[in-house]
DNA sequence: CATGTCAGTATCCTTTTTGTAACCGGTTAC
DNA sequence: GTAACCGGTTACAAAAAGGATACTGACATG
Protein backbone atom coordinates (compact mmCIF):
# COMPACT_ATOMS: atom_id res chain seq x y z
CA UNK A 1 0.00 0.00 0.00
CA UNK A 2 1.97 3.00 -1.57
CA UNK A 3 -0.31 6.44 -1.97
CA UNK A 4 -3.97 6.19 -2.51
CA UNK A 5 -5.29 8.38 -4.80
CA UNK A 6 -8.37 10.66 -3.43
CA UNK A 7 -11.02 8.53 -4.17
CA UNK A 8 -9.05 5.39 -3.35
CA UNK A 9 -8.64 7.29 0.47
CA UNK A 10 -12.28 7.93 0.51
CA UNK A 11 -13.34 4.11 -0.57
CA UNK A 12 -11.25 2.67 1.99
CA UNK A 13 -11.76 4.88 4.58
CA UNK A 14 -15.46 4.13 4.22
CA UNK A 15 -14.56 -0.06 4.31
CA UNK A 16 -12.02 0.39 7.32
CA UNK A 17 -15.14 2.41 8.82
CA UNK A 18 -17.45 -0.23 8.41
CA UNK A 19 -14.93 -2.74 9.88
CA UNK A 20 -14.55 -0.63 12.67
CA UNK A 21 -18.62 -0.16 13.46
CA UNK A 22 -19.16 -3.77 13.36
CA UNK A 23 -16.94 -4.57 15.99
CA UNK A 24 -17.16 -1.38 18.43
CA UNK A 25 -18.99 -1.40 21.02
CA UNK A 26 -18.26 -2.45 24.76
CA UNK A 27 -19.35 -6.00 24.40
CA UNK A 28 -18.97 -7.31 21.28
CA UNK A 29 -15.36 -8.33 21.51
CA UNK A 30 -16.08 -9.74 24.30
CA UNK A 31 -18.93 -11.58 23.35
CA UNK A 32 -17.19 -13.06 20.12
CA UNK A 33 -13.97 -14.16 22.48
CA UNK A 34 -16.38 -15.47 24.80
CA UNK A 35 -17.76 -17.97 22.15
CA UNK A 36 -15.00 -18.56 20.86
CA UNK A 37 -12.91 -19.82 24.06
CA UNK A 38 -16.29 -21.71 25.54
CA UNK A 39 -18.49 -22.00 23.00
CA UNK A 40 -22.14 -21.00 22.42
CA UNK A 41 -24.19 -19.98 25.31
CA UNK A 42 -27.93 -19.35 26.36
CA UNK A 43 -29.12 -15.71 26.81
CA UNK A 44 -29.29 -16.10 30.49
CA UNK A 45 -25.97 -17.72 30.98
CA UNK A 46 -24.38 -14.69 29.32
CA UNK A 47 -26.28 -12.46 31.58
CA UNK A 48 -24.95 -13.76 34.25
CA UNK A 49 -21.27 -14.61 32.90
CA UNK A 50 -20.57 -11.44 32.33
CA UNK A 51 -22.81 -9.23 33.80
CA UNK A 52 -24.65 -7.20 31.34
CA UNK A 53 -27.93 -6.52 30.82
CA UNK A 54 -30.36 -7.67 28.85
CA UNK A 55 -31.23 -4.77 27.14
CA UNK A 56 -27.84 -4.44 26.12
CA UNK A 57 -27.41 -7.86 25.22
CA UNK A 58 -30.04 -8.44 23.70
CA UNK A 59 -29.15 -5.39 21.22
CA UNK A 60 -25.55 -6.58 21.11
CA UNK A 61 -26.38 -9.70 19.76
CA UNK A 62 -28.87 -8.42 17.62
CA UNK A 63 -25.79 -6.42 15.89
CA UNK A 64 -23.83 -9.42 15.42
CA UNK A 65 -26.34 -11.86 14.09
CA UNK A 66 -27.16 -8.95 11.56
CA UNK A 67 -23.49 -8.73 10.40
CA UNK A 68 -23.85 -13.00 10.53
CA UNK A 69 -21.10 -12.91 13.26
CA UNK A 70 -23.13 -14.69 15.97
CA UNK A 71 -25.70 -17.66 15.20
CA UNK A 72 -29.02 -18.06 16.90
CA UNK A 73 -30.60 -21.13 17.60
CA UNK A 74 -33.77 -21.88 19.28
CA UNK A 75 -33.58 -25.07 20.70
CA UNK A 76 -36.75 -27.42 21.23
CA UNK A 77 -36.17 -27.83 24.61
CA UNK A 78 -38.73 -26.83 27.68
CA UNK A 79 -38.39 -23.66 29.03
CA UNK A 80 -37.58 -23.11 25.08
CA UNK A 81 -33.88 -21.84 25.61
CA UNK A 82 -31.99 -19.85 22.62
CA UNK A 83 -28.29 -20.55 22.23
CA UNK A 84 -25.89 -18.11 20.73
CA UNK A 85 -22.65 -18.51 19.19
CA UNK A 86 -19.80 -17.66 16.64
CA UNK A 87 -20.48 -18.56 12.75
CA UNK A 88 -17.70 -20.03 10.05
CA UNK A 89 -17.97 -16.29 9.05
CA UNK A 90 -16.43 -15.13 11.95
CA UNK A 91 -13.49 -16.74 11.29
CA UNK A 92 -13.02 -13.71 8.44
CA UNK A 93 -11.98 -11.50 10.70
CA UNK A 94 -9.33 -13.18 12.01
CA UNK A 95 -6.75 -10.94 10.21
CA UNK A 96 -8.19 -8.01 10.86
CA UNK A 97 -8.02 -8.90 14.91
CA UNK A 98 -4.55 -10.42 14.64
CA UNK A 99 -3.25 -7.26 12.88
CA UNK A 100 -5.06 -5.31 15.61
CA UNK A 101 -3.58 -7.38 18.33
CA UNK A 102 -0.11 -7.39 16.80
CA UNK A 103 -0.49 -3.61 16.90
CA UNK A 104 -1.92 -3.17 20.23
CA UNK A 105 0.66 -5.42 21.91
CA UNK A 106 3.47 -3.39 20.09
CA UNK A 107 2.20 0.13 20.83
CA UNK A 108 1.62 -0.42 24.19
CA UNK A 109 5.24 -1.28 24.68
CA UNK A 110 5.82 2.17 22.39
CA UNK A 111 3.60 4.16 24.96
CA UNK A 112 4.31 2.66 28.31
CA UNK A 113 7.97 1.16 27.48
CA UNK A 114 9.54 4.16 26.31
CA UNK A 115 8.06 6.74 28.57
CA UNK A 116 11.59 7.62 30.29
CA UNK A 117 13.64 5.08 32.57
CA UNK A 118 13.03 7.28 35.20
CA UNK A 119 9.38 8.57 35.13
CA UNK A 120 6.83 6.68 35.71
CA UNK A 121 3.17 7.20 36.21
CA UNK A 122 1.28 3.95 35.90
CA UNK A 123 -2.13 3.04 37.40
CA UNK B 1 -3.75 -18.61 15.46
CA UNK B 2 -5.15 -21.46 16.25
CA UNK B 3 -6.70 -21.66 19.43
CA UNK B 4 -6.24 -19.64 22.29
CA UNK B 5 -6.04 -20.48 25.82
CA UNK B 6 -7.88 -18.27 28.52
CA UNK B 7 -5.05 -16.37 29.27
CA UNK B 8 -4.21 -15.73 25.67
CA UNK B 9 -7.80 -14.55 25.10
CA UNK B 10 -7.66 -12.06 27.61
CA UNK B 11 -4.47 -10.85 26.88
CA UNK B 12 -5.61 -10.16 23.39
CA UNK B 13 -8.41 -9.11 24.03
CA UNK B 14 -6.99 -5.93 25.60
CA UNK B 15 -4.47 -5.90 22.98
CA UNK B 16 -7.35 -5.66 19.98
CA UNK B 17 -9.29 -2.93 22.20
CA UNK B 18 -6.19 -0.90 22.81
CA UNK B 19 -6.08 -0.72 18.89
CA UNK B 20 -9.68 -0.39 18.56
CA UNK B 21 -9.70 2.62 21.11
CA UNK B 22 -6.96 4.68 19.36
CA UNK B 23 -8.72 4.44 16.15
CA UNK B 24 -12.24 4.93 16.87
CA UNK B 25 -14.18 8.04 16.91
CA UNK B 26 -15.92 10.12 14.39
CA UNK B 27 -13.19 12.01 13.36
CA UNK B 28 -9.74 10.21 13.89
CA UNK B 29 -9.82 7.82 10.47
CA UNK B 30 -10.51 10.83 8.53
CA UNK B 31 -7.78 13.15 10.46
CA UNK B 32 -5.39 10.67 9.57
CA UNK B 33 -6.89 10.34 6.21
CA UNK B 34 -6.60 13.72 5.46
CA UNK B 35 -3.17 13.93 6.20
CA UNK B 36 -2.40 11.58 4.31
CA UNK B 37 -3.49 12.55 0.99
CA UNK B 38 -3.25 16.22 1.84
CA UNK B 39 -0.32 16.36 4.39
CA UNK B 40 0.19 18.51 7.29
CA UNK B 41 -2.31 21.31 7.87
CA UNK B 42 -3.00 24.11 10.53
CA UNK B 43 -6.32 23.72 13.51
CA UNK B 44 -8.15 26.87 11.18
CA UNK B 45 -7.80 24.84 7.75
CA UNK B 46 -8.68 21.64 9.62
CA UNK B 47 -11.99 23.24 11.26
CA UNK B 48 -12.92 24.93 8.08
CA UNK B 49 -11.98 21.76 5.92
CA UNK B 50 -13.75 19.05 7.55
CA UNK B 51 -16.16 21.12 9.44
CA UNK B 52 -14.99 19.73 12.99
CA UNK B 53 -16.17 21.79 15.96
CA UNK B 54 -12.75 23.51 17.35
CA UNK B 55 -13.14 21.97 20.68
CA UNK B 56 -13.42 18.70 19.37
CA UNK B 57 -10.98 18.65 16.90
CA UNK B 58 -8.40 19.97 20.01
CA UNK B 59 -9.37 17.09 21.64
CA UNK B 60 -8.96 14.49 18.55
CA UNK B 61 -6.12 15.92 17.82
CA UNK B 62 -4.52 15.63 21.47
CA UNK B 63 -5.89 12.02 21.26
CA UNK B 64 -3.69 11.23 17.96
CA UNK B 65 -0.74 13.05 19.72
CA UNK B 66 -0.61 10.91 22.34
CA UNK B 67 -0.71 7.64 20.67
CA UNK B 68 2.11 9.30 18.60
CA UNK B 69 -0.32 9.07 15.59
CA UNK B 70 -0.04 12.56 14.69
CA UNK B 71 2.75 15.55 15.26
CA UNK B 72 2.25 18.71 16.38
CA UNK B 73 4.42 21.22 15.30
CA UNK B 74 4.69 24.97 16.80
CA UNK B 75 5.45 27.55 13.93
CA UNK B 76 7.57 30.70 14.42
CA UNK B 77 6.01 32.62 12.22
CA UNK B 78 3.97 35.86 13.73
CA UNK B 79 0.20 35.07 14.21
CA UNK B 80 1.86 31.67 15.59
CA UNK B 81 0.52 29.00 13.14
CA UNK B 82 0.89 25.38 14.42
CA UNK B 83 1.11 22.51 12.07
CA UNK B 84 -0.47 18.63 12.04
CA UNK B 85 0.84 16.10 10.64
CA UNK B 86 0.76 12.22 10.86
CA UNK B 87 4.11 10.98 12.12
CA UNK B 88 6.15 7.99 10.47
CA UNK B 89 5.26 6.04 13.64
CA UNK B 90 1.34 6.20 12.05
CA UNK B 91 3.07 3.93 9.57
CA UNK B 92 2.97 0.97 11.78
CA UNK B 93 -0.81 0.80 11.46
CA UNK B 94 -0.29 0.02 7.89
CA UNK B 95 -1.32 -3.75 7.97
CA UNK B 96 -4.05 -2.53 10.82
CA UNK B 97 -6.02 -0.47 8.31
CA UNK B 98 -5.33 -2.66 5.30
CA UNK B 99 -6.79 -6.20 6.77
CA UNK B 100 -9.69 -3.77 7.99
CA UNK B 101 -10.00 -2.28 4.31
CA UNK B 102 -10.53 -5.65 3.03
CA UNK B 103 -12.35 -7.08 5.77
CA UNK B 104 -15.23 -4.08 5.14
CA UNK B 105 -14.90 -4.44 1.26
CA UNK B 106 -15.70 -8.19 1.58
CA UNK B 107 -18.05 -7.87 4.16
CA UNK B 108 -19.94 -5.14 2.38
CA UNK B 109 -20.47 -7.98 -0.16
CA UNK B 110 -21.26 -10.10 2.33
CA UNK B 111 -24.36 -8.47 3.62
CA UNK B 112 -25.79 -6.73 0.85
CA UNK B 113 -24.57 -8.72 -2.08
CA UNK B 114 -25.99 -12.09 -1.08
CA UNK B 115 -29.57 -11.52 0.24
CA UNK B 116 -31.11 -13.76 -1.17
CA UNK B 117 -31.66 -14.08 -5.17
CA UNK B 118 -35.36 -14.79 -4.29
CA UNK B 119 -36.40 -14.24 -0.94
CA UNK B 120 -36.93 -11.06 -0.02
CA UNK B 121 -38.51 -8.63 2.66
CA UNK B 122 -36.70 -5.03 2.10
CA UNK B 123 -38.31 -2.53 3.33
C1' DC C 1 -7.15 51.66 20.07
C1' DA C 2 -10.55 48.99 17.11
C1' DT C 3 -10.29 45.10 14.02
C1' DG C 4 -8.73 40.80 12.36
C1' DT C 5 -6.00 36.45 12.44
C1' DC C 6 -4.37 32.49 14.88
C1' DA C 7 -4.73 28.25 18.30
C1' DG C 8 -7.27 26.65 21.60
C1' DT C 9 -10.64 26.63 25.67
C1' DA C 10 -15.11 27.27 28.34
C1' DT C 11 -19.90 26.93 28.41
C1' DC C 12 -23.92 25.05 27.15
C1' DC C 13 -26.73 21.70 24.53
C1' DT C 14 -28.13 17.47 21.71
C1' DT C 15 -27.46 12.82 20.45
C1' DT C 16 -25.81 8.28 21.17
C1' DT C 17 -24.50 4.70 24.10
C1' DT C 18 -24.84 2.09 28.13
C1' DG C 19 -27.12 0.73 32.26
C1' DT C 20 -31.27 -0.34 35.76
C1' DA C 21 -35.34 -2.30 36.82
C1' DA C 22 -39.71 -3.69 36.07
C1' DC C 23 -42.29 -6.37 33.20
C1' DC C 24 -44.62 -9.80 29.36
C1' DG C 25 -45.77 -14.30 27.57
C1' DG C 26 -44.57 -18.95 27.79
C1' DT C 27 -43.43 -23.13 30.45
C1' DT C 28 -42.67 -26.15 34.40
C1' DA C 29 -43.20 -27.50 39.40
C1' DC C 30 -45.86 -27.34 43.44
C1' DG D 1 -53.19 -20.52 41.46
C1' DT D 2 -48.27 -19.15 42.90
C1' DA D 3 -43.66 -19.20 42.23
C1' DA D 4 -39.72 -19.92 39.33
C1' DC D 5 -37.02 -20.03 34.99
C1' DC D 6 -36.67 -18.82 30.17
C1' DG D 7 -35.82 -15.12 26.30
C1' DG D 8 -36.62 -10.73 25.57
C1' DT D 9 -38.79 -5.84 25.70
C1' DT D 10 -40.26 -1.40 27.69
C1' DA D 11 -39.63 2.83 30.06
C1' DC D 12 -36.46 5.55 32.27
C1' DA D 13 -31.77 7.30 33.96
C1' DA D 14 -26.94 8.17 33.66
C1' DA D 15 -22.94 8.86 31.17
C1' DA D 16 -20.21 9.64 27.19
C1' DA D 17 -19.54 11.57 22.66
C1' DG D 18 -20.21 15.15 19.63
C1' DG D 19 -21.52 19.91 18.43
C1' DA D 20 -22.48 25.32 18.43
C1' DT D 21 -20.69 29.41 19.87
C1' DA D 22 -18.56 32.72 22.42
C1' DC D 23 -14.45 33.78 24.29
C1' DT D 24 -9.16 34.18 25.81
C1' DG D 25 -4.51 35.56 24.86
C1' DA D 26 -1.01 36.52 21.54
C1' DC D 27 0.25 39.12 17.67
C1' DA D 28 -0.55 42.30 13.57
C1' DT D 29 -2.62 46.02 10.72
C1' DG D 30 -4.38 50.38 10.18
Redesign the interface.
Known amino acids: ?1 E ?2 S ?1 KE ?1 KS ?9 E ?3 GKWK ?2 LL ?1 TF ?2 GGRRRFRELVKELNISPRVLSKELQELEM ?2 LVSRTVCDTRPVTVEYDITP ?1 CK ?17 A ?2 LGKKNTSENGGE
Open positions: MHLECAGMAVRDTLTISLLLYKHKYTLAPVISAMKEWGEQHREI
